[in-house]
């Protein structure tokens, strides 16, 4: 056993995005001396996209690299300690409880984890090169530089219907490109947008390519039935709404996960079914998923976590 595995912290925190920075945060003004353990993306989904207009504080907006810059030397000033590494398992058999990173591992008593969702994309070269160029998968964070402009929404669950709908308040006309010849998506959404006059629904129809060099200038779509690709030049955005999932990997044969691998729990907390081990953020919310609600439920867990370990320091 080496000597960083004998260690024992109090609070360990996985992902660094707004959650697990708040936690981080609240944890170290509490004197608990928190580790950070960055994951593979640090500073979470905010990285990837470009201004931020919605986080309360930013009177102009904020680049959303640039709020999470700030938000970590914020953390940093009150004695966090951050790890460039990724939480690979845990053994919650016996407390302290373990854990095993890519580069090493440790023990902590009480385990925050806050390593958030990553929207799904289709996976194609062009549309990951034009990421915040006009492929977006959020429309909230995106849709208002849409003004005017024909964009395109891939998917057809409740996500696609819900981001076609407020994207039609900016854009000029919505194209939802959906890849059968049903939604996925409950009755009354799929209503909400055959209701809309700004929608339109192209069935069968998928993305088989995304056209621009520094900025979407096209798609091409391939036609289900006929298999023929035709590029649509009017389309200047493209959101991918196709679903998120939930990075659970190490954590989920371990705790009460929903059948997509959402962590469980407990209503009006961040509590896991693990004693001491807590979930906020993305990875255990996937209704809200904004940087606001994530750093909200980041504090809730280095609260409950600072409580637990009262409570367990005092025989409780
Ligand atoms: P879903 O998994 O429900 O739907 C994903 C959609 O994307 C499906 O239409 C699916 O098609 C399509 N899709 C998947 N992969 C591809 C691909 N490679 N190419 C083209 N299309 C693809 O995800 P959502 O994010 O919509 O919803 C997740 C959960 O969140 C659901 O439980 C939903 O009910 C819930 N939610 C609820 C909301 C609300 O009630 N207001 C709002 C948003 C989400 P196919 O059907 O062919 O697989």
């Given at each position: 056993?080496?000597a960083?595995?004998?260690?024992?912290?109090?609070?360990?925190?996985?992902g660094?995005?707004?959650a697990g920075?708040?936690?981080?945060?609240?944890?170290?003004?509490?004197n608990l001396?928190?580790?950070?353990?960055?994951?593979?993306?640090?500073?979470g989904?905010?990285m990837?996209?470009?201004?931020v207009e919605?986080?309360?504080?930013?009177?102009?907006?904020?680049?959303?690299?640039?709020?999470?810059e700030?938000?970590?030397?914020?953390?940093?000033?009150?004695?966090?300690?951050f790890?460039?590494?990724?939480?690979?398992?845990v053994?919650?058999?016996?407390?302290?409880?373990?854990f095993?990173?890519s580069q090493g591992?440790?023990?902590?008593?009480?385990?925050?984890?806050?390593?958030?969702?990553?929207?799904?994309y289709?996976?194609l070269?062009?549309?990951?090169?034009?990421?915040?160029?006009?492929v977006?998968a959020c429309?909230?964070?995106?849709?208002?530089?849409?003004?005017?402009?024909?964009?395109?929404?891939?998917?057809?669950?409740?996500?696609?219907?819900?981001?076609?709908?407020?994207?039609?308040?900016?854009?000029?006309?919505?194209?939802?490109l959906?890849?059968?010849?049903?939604?996925?998506?409950?009755?009354?959404?799929q209503?909400r947008?055959?209701?809309?006059?700004?929608?339109?629904?192209?069935?069968?129809?998928?993305?088989?390519?995304v056209?621009?060099?520094?900025?979407?200038?096209?798609?091409?779509v391939?036609n289900?039935?006929?298999?023929e690709e035709?590029?649509?030049?009017h389309?200047?955005?493209?959101?991918?709404?196709?679903?998120?999932?939930?990075?659970?990997?190490?954590?989920?044969?371990?705790?009460?996960?929903?059948?997509?691998?959402?962590i469980?729990?407990?209503?009006?907390?961040?509590?896991?079914?693990?004693?001491?081990?807590?979930?906020?953020?993305?990875?255990q919310?996937?209704?809200?998923r904004?940087?606001?609600?994530?750093a909200?439920?980041?504090?809730?867990?280095?609260l409950?976590a600072e409580r637990w370990l009262?409570?367990?320091?005092?025989?409780?």
């Amino acid at each position: 056993m080496s000597a960083d595995e004998e260690r024992i912290e109090d609070v360990v925190i996985f992902g660094s995005g707004p959650a697990g920075l708040t936690a981080a945060l609240y944890a170290a003004r509490a004197n608990l001396e928190p580790v950070v353990y960055e994951g593979v993306e640090p500073g979470g989904q905010l990285m990837t996209t470009t201004e931020v207009e919605n986080f309360p504080g930013f009177e102009n907006g904020i680049m959303g690299p640039e709020l999470m810059e700030t938000m970590r030397k914020q953390v940093a000033r009150f004695g966090t300690r951050f790890v460039l590494d990724e939480c690979t398992g845990v053994d919650f058999s016996e407390w302290p409880y373990r854990f095993t990173t890519s580069q090493g591992g440790g023990r902590a008593r009480t385990i925050i984890i806050a390593t958030g969702a990553s929207a799904k994309y289709l996976g194609l070269e062009n549309e990951l090169r034009l990421r915040g160029h006009g492929v977006s998968a959020c429309a909230t964070c995106d849709g208002f530089f849409f003004r005017g402009v024909e964009i395109a929404v891939v998917g057809g669950g409740d996500s696609a219907c819900e981001e076609a709908s407020f994207l039609s308040r900016f854009a000029s006309k919505v194209h939802m490109l959906v890849r059968r010849d049903a939604m996925r998506a409950s009755k009354i959404m799929q209503q909400r947008v055959f209701d809309n006059d700004k929608i339109e629904i192209h069935w069968k129809a998928e993305v088989v390519d995304v056209l621009g060099d520094e900025q979407v200038e096209g798609i091409r779509v391939r036609n289900g039935d006929t298999g023929e690709e035709t590029d649509w030049r009017h389309i200047k955005g493209l959101f991918l709404a196709i679903g998120h999932r939930p990075n659970s990997g190490p954590f989920i044969e371990h705790l009460d996960h929903d059948e997509t691998g959402y962590i469980i729990t407990k209503p009006d907390s961040t509590a896991t079914n693990v004693p001491g081990v807590f979930a906020c953020g993305d990875v255990q919310d996937h209704t809200f998923r904004q940087a606001v609600t994530a750093a909200g439920t980041g504090c809730m867990a280095a609260l409950e976590a600072e409580r637990w370990l009262e409570a367990r320091a005092a025989g409780g």
